[in-house]
């Protein structure tokens, strides 16, 4: 079984964080010892083409759609009268299809979304845009 392109996103970016930084699950600090230091935020480079800008911003617009559409993908398997198993396989066949339309109504493929995936978890700078896009977004 693959995972649905709108998992892949925090999936990489949390495989990558914990990678780097060395982190184990479930690991404590010892008692006592001080708070670690927080990493200074990356800046967003001015110098950023705007071709990737606007790649970014229409990736962006893809993950609030999807985001929203996993919401309440969610919401609807949440509910008493949905919890057979024939129910919640209906509804994330009808789901996955609304994520293809989603995915081709925004102009992406699903390589197209992995390939910005991987490319976002691995550039710090272009991260921080992606993420003061998706705040940008919100408001």
């Known amino acids: 079984m693959t995972a649905s392109p709108h998992t892949l996103l925090p999936i990489v970016l949390a495989s990558a964080v914990l990678s780097l930084s060395g ?3 479930g690991a404590q600090p010892p008692v006592g010892s001080p708070p670690p230091a927080k990493a200074a ?15 970014i911003e229409s990736f962006a617009k893809l993950q609030r759609a999807l985001n929203g559409l996993r919401d309440r993908e969610q919401a609807e398997l949440a509910e008493p009268r949905n919890k057979k198993v024939e129910a919640q396989a209906e509804l994330r066949s009808k ?7 989603t995915l081709k109504a925004h102009g992406f493929t699903p390589a197209q ?14 991260r ?7 705040e940008r977004l919100a408001k």
């Not at 935020?41 to 790649?55: G, L, Y």
């Not at 789901?95 to 339309?101: E, F, G, P, Q, V």
Request: proline share 7%.
């Open 23 to 25: 982190a184990k699950l």
């Open 41 to 55: 935020p990356v800046a967003v480079p001015a110098a950023v083409p705007d071709s990737t800008r606007q790649a």
């Open 95 to 101: 789901h996955r299809a609304l994520r293809a339309d």
């Open 113 to 126: 979304v992995s390939a910005m995936t991987l490319r976002l978890s691995g550039d710090d700078a272009l």
């Open 128 to 134: 921080a845009l992606f993420e003061s896009t998706m």
